[in-house]
């Protein structure tokens, strides 16, 4: 397979301009038709360069760093544009649609039979939605009180080593997070109130109960659990693992790795508790999640996204990015004193990854060699770790062709502080 092919931007505007000749064939529009707003206000002006960007005046960089929220996640595969420009030609009714959407996912993945899924504006609304559901099931009062949770259930049930920036998303709901250590910890915390077992996927290794264990003791306890494995394809199995394993509800995002829309994630979980999520999520007015809005352009393109993904060759995938750090790894290990080393994390983003480190023949920190990066032309964004301690990439995000530039930049900027 030629995975290059793929990325193409020429690829990519043959698709557009076949798409935007079958919209205009479509809704049989003159080309000339003077009068027609859609011609003369879309077409010229704004977008003209093909930089929309740079028409702005903001720099687009090379994505080194994988698939962040702050840099726009991931770029949609063409196939994922062409369905949602379709979508936006007609109105449906969106929770028709959501419903439907669902069912052809869940199909898709081969979910056990009492599962499901729902198409939400992120993996973190997802856990928002989720959880919601859970505490209100089809109860409109209980809905429409949120995140007041008077007559309902109010506590989540976290390891304290799984505590993270978006478990704010449950708090939300008005609920408070237990945090519990070990199993001992876990048995004393479940009591009437407790709500939901959450597990952050990403935590496995760090907490005490694994990822396996802590669907079993959710079963044990009748007490529902949800995964957030928002960043945990690759592997593909992960879209059903988490479903076979038991859990209850799962949240992955659509606009990493799987390439959807960016403003796309799923739940997957039990047919009622999904449904419950539903009635709390946008379109749905005096809910907590009428602002997690997704559109009928978002659940289609999420449907191809899925669709696409699932047929992908990832082995080959795989090779392409290993070998494109190849490229970056053999350039920069020509400047005296600098080594390479090649990783794949366990779990989220389980990709090829590639650490640059130096001695002190280069008088330079990580960070001030990527803030270097992030100023030469094109910019270039790299990860420096947490602490800022190791220069490092990896390479699913890159476009053909650049990988040599990232090689032959870092290498330059290496070189520049070299005594
Ligand atoms: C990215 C991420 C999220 C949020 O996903 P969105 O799809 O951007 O809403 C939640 N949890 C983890 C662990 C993530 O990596």
Known sequence: MNISAKWTRRGFMTGISSLTAMILGARKLPASNASSPVIDGAVKGFGQTGNVYEELGVTTVINGQGTMTMLGGSLMRPEVES?????????????????????????????????????????????????????????????????????????????????NAFDHQLRATGIRLVEVVDRDDLRKAVNEKTAMMHFT??????????????????????????????????????????ATMGYDLIAFSGGKAIRGPQCAGLLVGRKDLVSYALLNNSPHEDTLGRSQKVGKEEIVGMVKALECYLQ??????????????????????????????????????????????????ISATPKEINAALRKGKPAIVLSTGEEGEVLSLNSFMLQPGEDRIIANAVAAVLKAHAA
């Open 83 to 163: 369905v949602m420009a379709l979508a936006g030609q007609h109105f449906v009714n969106i929770p028709e649609l959501e419903v439907a959407a669902g069912k052809r996912i869940a199909e898709m993945l081969k979910l056990p039979a009492d599962y499901s899924a729902l198409v939400t504006s992120g993996a973190a609304a997802a856990m928002l939605s989720g959880l919601a559901g859970i505490l209100t099931k089809d109860n409109p009062q209980f809905i429409r009180q949120l995140p007041d949770l008077t007559g309902m259930k109010s506590e989540v049930i976290i390891q304290k080593s799984h505590r």
């Open 201 to 242: 996927n990403f935590a496995n290794a760090a907490g005490q109960i694994k990822v396996e264990e802590w669907a079993k003791f959710g079963k044990e306890y009748r007490v529902p659990t949800f995964i957030d494995a928002a960043a945990d394809t690759p592997p593909v199995s992960h879209l059903w693992d988490y």
């Open 312 to 361: 992908e060759d990832h082995e080959a995938l795989n090779k392409e990015w290993q070998h494109r750090l190849e490229v970056v790894s053999s350039e920069v290990s020509k400047v005296p004193g600098v080594t390479t080393k090649f990783f794949v994390p366990d779990i989220a983003n389980h990709v090829p990854h590639m650490e640059i480190r130096w001695d002190k023949r």
